[in-house]
């Protein structure tokens, strides 16, 4: 089985036969050569990873500490207390005018 081969899961997929579906052990097989040890295998999986969780985690951390500074201003905190308040109002309103 190669990689192009793997399909997005369906409601048919449950269905179908173990042939038809991607197994981890069948990917795996597909990027492994047979001869490679494993371990080498799952350290170069690792090396590649790893690096990426922690640059996506210290991005994520970045723009959440932006976003926090920037919700934490009085400004914008008002305007947002207003909208919301707005909002709930509407709703408030409209199941008023629904039991009528």
Known sequence: MSIR???????STADSSPQDRADLPDVAATVRRPDEPRTLT???LAAI???????????????I?????????KRVRKAFDRV???VLMGFGIA????NR
């Not at 199941?95 to 629904?98: A, I, S």
Request: hydrophobic fraction near 55%; proline fraction near 5%.
């Open 84 to 86: 919301t308040g707005t």
């Open 5 to 11: 081969s793997i399909r997005a899961p369906t409601a």
């Open 42 to 44: 799952i350290a170069e």
């Open 49 to 63: 990873f790893l690096p990426s969780a922690v640059l996506w985690w210290r991005l994520f951390s970045l723009l």
């Open 95 to 98: 199941m008023v005018l629904e």
């Open 65 to 73: 500490s932006v976003l926090g500074r920037t919700l934490s201003r």
